[in-house]
């Protein structure tokens, strides 16, 4: 039963992101006088569809993705209600509208989580904590000190506690380099020594020495500290964009729709809270990587409606529809690559 109850939880969470996301198309393109066609939850043959209007709503078999079809959005058309024949500041608010909604709902979700707490994290060192495996003293607290506020790590800004395990994690040598506040000076702490821990998949990972202080939560500083939190979960998808490109991270390290799923299950399992957190982090990460320029996706969209806004005149729309095409076949492969990478880890 637990197993039934992790799939069914995985699959409505996953069904309620990508219905905020297609909501978000969806209203913008009505509100914009568009001609939407349909408005589909999930992908492959419909389950069942019914018609409002002019607009078709489906429930199709594969619940990985949706879509909303709008009237000469992929090819030319005379209606004059279809996405090429509108207002380009309209295009461009459709193209943006998911990923908006995703962030919108990743923003409530943390001030949820926020207010559920009884204090909030810090960046400053409240003690260093010995080697579980071992019992020996922490490393690090050979140049860091209690009571230091962490400003950057690897040259990276740190607004968070959450930035400071992000940056860590990141690292892969064990060697980091920290900007810290020290008694009101501002102090660079270079090559700070970490104690490395391998994983069972051979990933070598930073074991984290310190805490940090709590702080009492107040009205202002809970809003602060959820839109630092926002902003610090935003710029982490980023941050691992340019780490798989730059081979960081590896492909090995990513997770598609089926290691996603079953984090979300084991994460149900786990009370409201941790579910809660999986989720807010997911459906950020999906408005971030929505807007990534890349084609295929609507920050590859965006682009292109960008460079019409700086040309005055559209992009040919067949040069638009091949670098689409490619950037989907590319998307495809890897996710390909990563669901079998997810199977793999199942067994």
């Keep these: 039963m637990s197993v039934i109850f992790q799939v069914i939880v995985a699959v409505l969470v996953f069904g309620l992101l990508i219905f905020i996301h297609e909501l978000g198309h969806f209203t913008v393109g009505k509100l914009s006088g568009m001609r939407v066609n349909e408005f589909a939850i999930g992908m492959g043959p419909a389950l069942f569809s019914w018609h409002k209007g002019e607009t078709q709503y489906s429930l199709r078999a594969l619940p990985v993705g949706g879509y909303v ?52 994290p810090t960046t400053t060192i409240s003690e ?17 000190m209690v009571g230091d506020k962490i400003l950057k790590i690897n040259g990276t800004s740190v607004f968070t506690s959450n930035d400071i395990t992000f940056s860590m994690i990141s690292d892969r040598d064990g060697v980091v380099d920290f900007t810290v506040l020290r008694d009101g000076q501002k102090l660079e702490i270079p090559q700070v020594q970490f104690k490395m821990d391998t994983a069972e ?30 902003f610090s979960i935003v710029r982490q998808v980023w941050l691992s964009f340019l780490n798989l490109i730059t081979g960081n991270f590896t492909l090995a ?51 292109f409606l960008l460079i019409e806004l700086v040309i005055r005149r559209p992009v040919n729309p067949k040069y638009e529809g091949f670098v689409h095409a490619a950037g989907f076949i590319l998307l495809m492969g890897l996710m390909l690559v990563v669901t079998l990478n997810d199977i793999v880890k199942l067994f």
């Excluded at 209606?79 to 908006?100: E, T």
């Excluded at 260093?128 to 860091?144: I, Q, R, T």
């Excluded at 290691?259 to 408005?287: E, P, R």
């Design 69 to 120: 079809s709008v009237e000469g959005e992929d090819e030319d058309s005379s209606d004059p209600r279809a996405f090429c024949n509108v207002m380009l500041w309209k295009r461009i608010l459709f193209v943006c509208a998911g990923a908006i909604m995703n962030l919108l709902l990743g923003f409530i979700i943390l001030s949820i989580l926020v207010g559920m707490r009884t204090t909030l």
């Design 128 to 144: 260093f904590h010995p080697d579980p495996a071992d019992g020996a003293a922490a490393v690090s607290n050979e140049k860091l």
């Design 201 to 230: 998949d051979g990933t070598r990972l930073i074991n984290l020495d310190f805490y940090v202080y709590s702080a009492e939560k107040t009205f202002l500083n809970s809003v602060q500290y959820t839109v630092l939190w926002m």
């Design 253 to 303: 390290e990513l997770s598609g729709p089926v290691g996603v799923s079953t984090v979300i299950g084991q994460a149900s399992t786990a009370g409201l809270k941790t579910l809660l957190t999986l989720v807010g982090f997911i459906t950020v990460n999906i408005g971030v990587f929505n807007l990534l320029p890349v084609p295929a996706l609507d920050g590859g969209r965006l682009i």
